[in-house]
C-alpha cells in the first residue's frame, strides 16, 4: 500500500484558544475541497523544522460536513519531540504543511443505543466530529468534560451552551471531580463508552469499567502515544544490504524515513498496524498496542513508529 | 474512445432469456483466470482505473445492458421488495454510497449523468432513465425511497454495505437483486466470517483471516477490487436461493449439444471501498454474463476454460453447483482443446 496519499495545505487560521492548545484550519494549496471524514478520524501532518521532519496524528475536529476546511487542535507538549512546538510557534497563516488522508481508529459505534463520551483536556479533539455526527443523526449522547479550569478548557464553554442538558462539565479548579464509577454504573443497556485523555484517566476508566462488568467490547479508548525517546541503536537491512543509525530522540520508522526506505503507516503511535516489520534477529523492546502478546513473544516483528531494540541492535527483514 | 451505447431495446433475465453480449461486449469481458488450474486467492488490486475500454476503467462500470439491467431490478423489488434490506444504524453508509455512484457516475459519464451541488441541495440527472431529481443531502424525506435504494435502482450490479466494528465487518444493509446463490435476508448482519462461512477449502487455508486484516486496512481513496466467477446456466442474474424454484431444475436441461448455448460464465468484478463519512465499506458485486459459445470465440479463452473445468477441485465443482452437468459441458470444451 502507498504512503504517497498527502496534500500540501495552507493553514487559513491559527487562533490560541487555551494558554496550552492552538486550534488551526488548512485548506488544500490546489483549491479543491477535502472531502467529508468520519468522527473519530485522525490525520497525519508533515511538517518540516530545517533538517528536522515530523509527522504527527492530530483527531479531525469540527464538522465533518465542511469539505473546504480541515481543522485540528494541538496541545503543546513542552516535553516532547518537537511537533508540538514546532505547531506553536512556526507555524501561522499561510505556512504550507503536507496533510494525509484521514484515517479512523476511533470510530462511532454505530449500533449503539446511547453514546457516552469521556473527555479529559485536548482529548476532547475526537469528541468535537462525534458530537456534530450524533446532532445530525438525533442519537442519544452525553459528554462529560473534565477540565482544568474555564480558560485551559478547549471549546467547554461552547458546547455547554449548545447542549446545556447532554454536557457535563467538571472543573478541578472548583473541586469538581469526575466520579467515572457513579457514571459508568448508571447506564442503561447499549451504552458504548468512549474515552479519550491523558494515560491516567484512560486507564482509570477501563479499570473501573472492568470492575463493573462491563462488556470490553463497549468500551473505546483512544490515546495518541507519541514515541518515547529511548537508547540509540543501530539497525541492519538484510534485503536493501544497508546500516543506519536511530538516534536516542528519533524513532526506528523515523530514521528509515531519513533513509528513504518506504514504510506504510498512519497513526506513527502503536495503534493501526500498517508499519509491522519483519525482524530477523535482535532484542525488541514493544510498546505499541497492536501486535498480540503471543506475536511480541515470537520476536519476529516490530512496530517501528513506537518500538525499538532493547539492546543496541535488530536486524529487518527489507 | 467508442462511445458508450445503450441497447436499443431492453433485454430480459428470465423467461424468454433475449440478452446478448455485442461483438464488443465480448471482446471486454473479463476473463478471470490466470492460470489452466483454478485455486482460490486473495487476487486483489487497486480499483484506480484499467486499460481504456475495459471493465475496469471506471469507478463502476455502464455498459449496453444497462437500462436492461435496471429493469431486471426493478422486476425483481416487485416481486420481492425485501431483496433491499438495513439496518436502523446503517443511514450515513447509505449517503456514502449515493454519494459515491452519484459522483463518480457524473465524472465518467458526463454525457449520460450529472450531479450539481449547493450546498446540502443537490441536483441529480439520470438522462438514460429521464430521471431530474433535486433533493436535500442528509434529509431521507426528499427521496422517494432509502438513499441506498434510490441509487441503486439505477445501477448495475449489486451493493453490500459493512459496518466496521470490534475489527470486523457486519454486512447490515444490501441491495441483492442478482446474486450467485446467496440471500441478502439470510446473511443480513452477519460478521465477515459467518458470510463466508458456506466457502469450502478456503477457511482452511487461512484465506479469510488475511482478507479481512487487508480489508480493515483499506483506506479512503484506495478502492480494491477482484475477480469472482461461477457459471449459471442461461442469461439468468436473479439465481437467489429465494427463487431456486425458477432456476435450480435448469442445471438438468443441459446436454453436451446445447452446453454452448445454455452454459454462462458468471464473473464477478467484485470492488470495495473505505467509506468517508460513515467509517464503513461498500462491498460491490458486478456481475457480467457470457455464453459459452461467446466466450469460446476466442481461441486461447476457450483453451483455458476446458483446462480449468476439467481439473476444477470437487468441492468447487459441488459448491458451485456444476455437479450435475460437468460431463456435458467438459464434453463440449474438449473441442477447442485438441
Request: glycine content about 6%; proline content about 6%; some cysteine.
Amino acid at each position: 500500500m502507498s504512503t504517497d496519499f498527502s496534500h500540501t495545505a495552507r493553514v487559513t487560521r491559527a487562533d490560541q484558544i487555551t494558554p496550552l492548545i492552538k486550534n488551526f484550519s488548512f485548506e488544500r494549496v490546489d483549491g479543491k475541497p477535502f472531502g467529508p471524514f468520519s468522527a473519530g478520524s485522525h490525520a497525519v501532518i508533515g511538517m518540516h523544522d530545517g533538517s528536522e521532519s515530523y509527522k504527527n496524528p492530530y483527531s479531525l475536529v469540527g464538522s465533518s460536513n465542511n469539505f473546504m476546511e480541515y481543522q485540528i487542535a494541538v496541545r503543546l507538549e513542552s516535553n516532547g519531540r518537537g511537533g508540538s512546538l514546532f505547531m506553536h510557534n512556526n507555524v501561522e497563516v499561510g505556512t504550507e504543511l503536507e496533510i494525509g488522508n484521514p484515517f479512523n481508529l476511533f470510530p462511532v459505534y454505530k449500533p449503539a443505543k446511547k453514546h457516552l463520551m469521556l473527555a479529559g483536556g485536548v482529548g476532547i479533539t475526537p469528541f468535537m466530529a462525534y458530537i456534530d455526527e450524533m446532532d445530525l443523526m438525533k442519537s442519544n449522547f452525553e459528554l462529560h468534560y473534565s477540565i482544568r479550569d474555564f480558560e485551559h478548557g478547549a471549546f467547554a464553554k461552547e458546547l455547554k451552551k449548545k447542549y446545556p442538558e447532554q454536557v457535563k462539565l467538571y472543573i478541578q479548579a472548583d473541586d469538581v471531580i469526575a466520579n467515572f464509577n457513579t457514571i459508568l454504573n448508571s447506564q442503561p443497556l447499549g451504552t458504548h463508552v468512549y474515552v479519550c485523555g491523558p494515560h491516567q484517566m484512560v486507564g482509570d476508566v477501563l479499570r473501573i469499567a472492568d470492575d463493573l462488568g462491563w462488556p470490553t467490547t463497549s468500551i473505546h479508548s483512544e490515546e495518541f502515544k507519541a514515541p518515547d525517546p529511548g537508547n540509540p541503536f543501530t539497525v541492519t537491512l538484510a534485503k536493501s544490504h544497508c546500516e543506519i543509525n536511530v538516534r536516542a530522540r528519533e524513532s526506528l520508522l523515523e530514521a528509515l524515513e531519513q533513509a528513504n526506505v518506504e514504510i506504510p503507516y498512519s497513526c506513527r503511535g502503536g495503534a493501526c498496524g500498517f508499519c509491522k516489520t519483519e525482524v530477523i534477529n535482535g532484542e525488541i523492546d514493544h510498546r505499541d498496542y497492536y501486535l498480540t502478546d503471543a506475536e511480541k513473544a515470537s520476536g519476529k516483528c516490530i512496530m517501528p513508529c513506537i518500538s525499538r531494540a532493547q539492546g543496541d541492535h535488530l536486524t529487518l527483514d527489507i | 474512445m467508442t462511445k458508450l451505447a445503450f441497447k436499443p431495446s431492453l433485454e430480459t433475465f428470465r423467461d424468454d432469456f433475449t440478452y446478448r453480449n455485442s461483438e464488443k461486449a465480448v471482446k471486454r469481458f473479463p476473463f478471470p483466470y490466470p492460470e489452466d488450474k483454478y485455486m482460490y486467492s486473495v487476487n486483489m488490486e487497486h480499483h484506480n482505473g484499467g486499460e481504456p475500454g475495459s471493465v475496469f476503467e471506471k469507478t463502476f462500470d455502464i455498459d449496453e445492458h444497462y437500462l436492461s439491467e435496471v429493469e431486471e431490478r426493478r422486476i425483481v423489488l416487485e416481486k420481492d421488495p425485501k431483496r433491499f434490506a438495513t439496518l436502523p444504524h446503517m443511514d450515513l453508509h447509505q449517503w456514502d454510497l449515493l454519494e459515491l455512484i452519484m459522483e463518480s457516475l457524473a465524472k465518467d459519464y458526463p454525457e449520460h449523468f450529472s450531479l450539481t451541488k449547493d450546498n446540502d441541495n443537490w441536483l441529480w440527472e439520470n438522462r438514460p432513465l429521464g430521471i431530474k431529481k433535486s433533493f436535500v443531502f442528509g434529509d431521507k424525506s426528499t427521496l422517494p425511497q432509502d438513499p441506498a435504494e434510490y441509487i441503486t435502482r439505477q445501477a448495475q450490479g449489486d451493493f453490500v454495505l459493512m459496518d466496521q466494528r470490534d475489527e470486523d465487518l457486519y454486512a447490515d444493509a444490501a441491495m441483492v437483486t442478482s446474486s450467485a446463490d446467496w440471500s441478502v435476508q439470510f446473511d443480513l448482519g452477519m460478521s465477515f466470517m459467518e458470510w463466508h462461512g458456506p466457502v469450502p477449502l478456503a477457511h482452511g487455508m487461512g484465506v479469510f483471516e488475511r482478507a479481512l486484516k487487508y480489508l480493515l486496512m483499506i483506506r479512503l481513496g484506495q478502492p480494491v477490487r477482484r475477480l469472482n466467477w461461477t457459471l449459471t446456466i442461461n442469461p439468468r442474474m436473479d439465481t437467489a436461493p429465494e427463487v431456486y424454484h425458477e432456476w435450480g431444475h435448469e442445471r438438468a436441461s443441459v446436454t453436451p449439444e446445447n452446453a454452448g448455448e445454455k452454459v454462462h460464465l458468471r464473473v464477478e468484478v467484485q470492488t470495495l471501498f473505505r467509506l468517508p463519512r460513515s467509517n464503513g465499506m461498500l462491498f460491490g458485486v458486478r456481475a457480467y454474463l457470457i455464453s459459452m459459445e461467446d466466450l469460446c470465440t476466442n481461441p486461447a479463452w476457450a483453451q483455458r476454460m476446458h483446462r480449468v473445468m476439467e481439473t476444477l477441485h470437487p468441492e468447487l465443482i459441488d459448491y458451485k453447483g456444476i455437479t450435475r452437468y460437468h460431463k456435458a459441458l467438459v464434453g463440449w470444451l474438449s473441442q477447442f482443446d485438441q
